[in-house]
């Protein structure tokens, strides 16, 4: 269950105060990969899937719940990550290389001047940070 590998970076835990928000976005999840604790409710997803569900969820909310499309909208910096500044042209193309696969190219650039890739690591979404499950999840 847990990723023994050294190079791999450890999970985000991103704490949520509202059981609803949670199961919203479990709802905008739907079809894709996510392991949900059965004690607590906590999932673990893919930083692509989750950015794209909570992409979703923010344009339902832009100009109707402030308070909803606030949430949503800083939730994605759990799954994404603005590229490195790296002053060498070279070291750049090398980063870029590697990197590009992560690239997050669904939410165009008019909101996103700077370019965003996905989160090397995975999220896990959760009220109980305590609950054995996290342990599980690579939190702890």
Do not use: Q
Not at 11 to 27: G, P, V
Not at 51 to 71: I, Q
Not at 90 to 97: A, S
Not at 116 to 132: A, I, P, Q, S, T
């Amino acid at each position: 269950m847990e990723d023994k590998r050294p190079d791999k970076p450890k999970d985000t835990f991103f704490e949520m105060e509202n059981k609803n928000n949670l199961r919203e976005i479990k709802n905008r999840l739907k079809g894709k990969n996510y392991v949900e604790c059965e004690t607590c409710s906590a999932i673990k997803v893919e930083s692509r899937d989750l950015a794209e569900a909570l992409h979703c969820l923010s344009e339902k909310y832009f100009d109707v719940d402030e308070t909803k499309y606030d949430l949503f909208e800083s939730m994605k910096n759990c799954a994404l990550e603005p590229e490195p500044d790296i002053e060498s042209d070279e070291d750049f193309v090398k980063w870029y290389e590697k990197n590009e696969r992560r690239e997050c190219t669904f939410m165009g650039t008019d909101n996103y001047p700077e370019a965003l890739y996905f989160r090397e690591n995975e999220v896990v979404l959760g009220m109980d940070k305590n609950c054995e499950c996290m342990k599980l999840f690579g939190v702890k």
